[in-house]
């Protein structure tokens, strides 16, 4: 028998790697088990499909916009005055619950609709919130004039108010609170 050359044999070697098949490697999104795909095509550990979801079809009406739910039943519109408020005094809910000595998540349940505060509450998250009750307890936009009233009594803000239509939500509200601030130590100073 004749030794084989290193040139005869590679051919062989190299077909035999295209024959191998080709396993592909998955991660599984439930329980981010990295492993190779099944033939049923479910995760070894949780039995979960590997195959990404096909995106659903939405329909045509649904991209139309409706009013938030809040804006139907007609009642105190609580939970969206306390979410406008902190987001305008620059707070966290962990920082509301601080101020007011609540868990955090009393204050998520509030916002989301998911509980309706006490009187007793209601007196504290006004109170953290710098405002009078009835603030909590108005539609947002007769919150919004109030509030601008306020401000716009002193001739300074009077002043600088016809400047802020050039600005934007985010530039107003951070410059609302920058106001917000001063006035307060101003009053503070004075007491």
Known sequence: MAPVSALEVQPEAESFERELPQREVL????????????????????????????????????????????????????????????????????QLAARMGVPRTYISKIENGKAMPTLSSLDRLARALQVDISALLRDAPTRHRDESAVLLTDPFLAEIAKYTAHLTSTQKSIFLNHVRELSQSRNRRMA
Request: aromatic fraction near 2%; glycine fraction near 2%; hydrophobic fraction near 35%.
């Open 27 to 94: 991660r599984c999104e439930a329980c981010k088990l990295v492993q190779f795909r099944t033939a049923t095509d479910t995760c070894r550990r949780c039995k979960k499909s590997l195959l990404p979801e096909p995106p659903k079809a939405q329909p045509a009406i649904a991209l139309v916009l409706e009013p938030a739910a809040e804006a139907h039943d007609g009642g105190p519109q609580v939970a969206a005055a306390v979410r406008d408020l902190r987001h305008v005094r620059n707070l966290s809910q962990r």
